[in-house]
DNA sequence: GGTCCTTTTGGTCGTTCTGCCTAAAAACAG
DNA sequence: CTGTTTTTAGGCAGAACGACCAAAAGGACC
């Protein structure tokens, strides 16, 4: 059991964690990355952080060492520092939210893609971790460019449609979602098309800008 | 300089604090409590996390020591951890957003309501808290049943016009909240009415529930 | 080349939402 | 009783949304 006390006697935190959701779309899917623990449970990758050292560059730092990706999307989710949610001591945990392409490999070997949905059994209060990272990633889908961590640089509409649908874990009309997404001046053409497999070629978008940047975009209801 | 280190010898966090941002609505304006500090900066109401106990009662505490109210609408806004924040040592704090009726008088006399987005010269990093919790709120207005902190049990619509203009600063037409409103489904009729001052006296509504939660609302376009 | 299939993409149409406006209802002041 | 004030119902034009249709533009196969 961790414990610690500060120079002027008082109980302080024994430690500062980092827990970090890193997610990706795949094929439909909204995957997560986890690592396995001895006893079966999943948990998120994270790790504490050093004197000096601010949360997020913890979960850039950790997330380098797991997966080998660097500039990646990040932004702080919520402090997770109920009593007892560490069984090792006082730790609480800033939690993140991350986005990588679906391309990323794992560098850990205990490490793994899994369903972000599906019902896994994870460690501590990381079930609820997800969930919040869950909420937050569909909140913001078309009021920012979020999706910008998982596309790449240039993309056609095609391929940014199966990210939404993923995050927003519905079904989209390809023309509807063509003139909505651009309605939303998050993307600007980029003057290429793009022909591999049948049918027409697309054309291909970036983002106006890469930067993560809230309330950038604008309209598109809630869905029902 | 508060130091700490963990029974592993490791450096820890000194102590876990708590910053709490004060809502209110009084007159269309917005107004956050703050505490005066020696200096002439304004400070926000705070305290460090016991052992044992969830920010987010630490905040609750906090707060009825200020200001002597209990059953307070409270939510995690963000950690706020980078290192430097607090010149005593390394001191994360867990800041919170917290809504309570316009009568509420501060019981600390160091404590006063100021204008929430006046210029005023904030200690630490307490400028971008604020900032953090006006985002927060003017983004849930509608989408949730933040209001229930500001407003009484039963009121009027044109009482919580004024509560959602002084939150979004924005104008709405009476008529035309009145209708948007209702349409969200957050409020309902009391039966009752009230007629203070002239005019044709006003239907009582009340929230459908006062417990917070997300998504409860609906629609509502973001104010251009 | 011609035909079929696929995917992209521009446009239409009816419904719903939004902002602005008008006017009636229902109180108070003199 | 007459004017003033506030609430509240409803109308209307424009915008947004969702579903659909059809043309454009490629590949696959005969």
Partial sequence: MWTARNSEGYEAPAALAVDTVLLTARAGDLLVLATQIDDGHRALPGGLVGAGESPEDTARRKLAEKTGVTDVYVEQLAAFANPGRDPRGWIPSIAHLALVPPDTKPRDPDAAWITARGRHRWAFDHHDIVRTALNRVEGK??????????????????KART???????????????ARDLKA???????????????GRPAALYRFTTRDPSWGAGRRKRMAT
């Fill in 141 to 158: 889908l078309w009021w920012s460019n979020v999706a910008v961590g998982i596309l790449p640089a240039s993309f056609p509409l095609s």
């Fill in 163 to 177: 990210v939404y649908e993923a995050i927003a874990h519905t079904h989209y009309d390809p023309a509807t979602f």
């Fill in 184 to 198: 939303t001046g998050l993307i600007e053409p980029t003057g290429e098309t793009s022909a591999q497999g049948p």
